[in-house]
């Protein structure tokens, strides 16, 4: 469910925990068949096509949902998102952790309302962020 991709994601650079991402989003797509995925997540099929070639085509959280939703054993989009989003902001409680803090800490370009925003689920949230953010919290959560 993104957030379990990597085993120890707070270890993980945010490229490294994004390629976590890519691997567990190709799986479905494998498993799936590219124009299934297409069809069903809403995700157009070149994006989808790029997963499966092993690239890392520009997604949003909502999008990788629906990529996941597919899979066997995923819930739905939603409830993907939603469970991916409390994690996060557990996360943030047990490190103590504000969106200020966050924003001045991750190579990317979110001040602290906008990540609160893209945790919210106000403005649209890049899996390039979404690792930023996850990488950090994680990491300072394994202190």
């Not at 379990?4 to 989003?25: F, H, I, K, V």
């Not at 899979?71 to 939603?82: K, T």
């Amino acid at each position: 469910m993104l957030y379990d991709a990597a085993e120890n994601p707070g270890s993980l650079t945010p490229d490294e925990l994004r390629a976590a991402y890519d691997s567990q989003l190709a799986a479905v797509v494998d498993a799936a068949g590219v124009e299934t995925v297409a069809a069903e997540s809403g995700v157009d099929r070149d994006r989808i096509s790029a997963l499966a070639g092993g690239e890392s085509p520009d997604l949003t959280l909502e999008e990788a949902a629906g990529i996941l939703a597919v899979g066997d054993g995923y819930p739905d989009r939603e409830a993907i998102v939603l469970e991916l989003r409390d994690h996060l902001l557990m996360g943030m409680t047990t490190g103590v952790l504000d969106v200020d803090t966050i924003a001045a800490n991750i190579d990317a370009d979110l001040t602290g309302q906008e990540v609160q925003q893209a945790l919210e689920g106000r403005i649209r949230f890049p899996l390039d962020d979404l690792a930023a953010v996850h990488s950090f919290i994680a990491g300072r959560n394994d202190r």
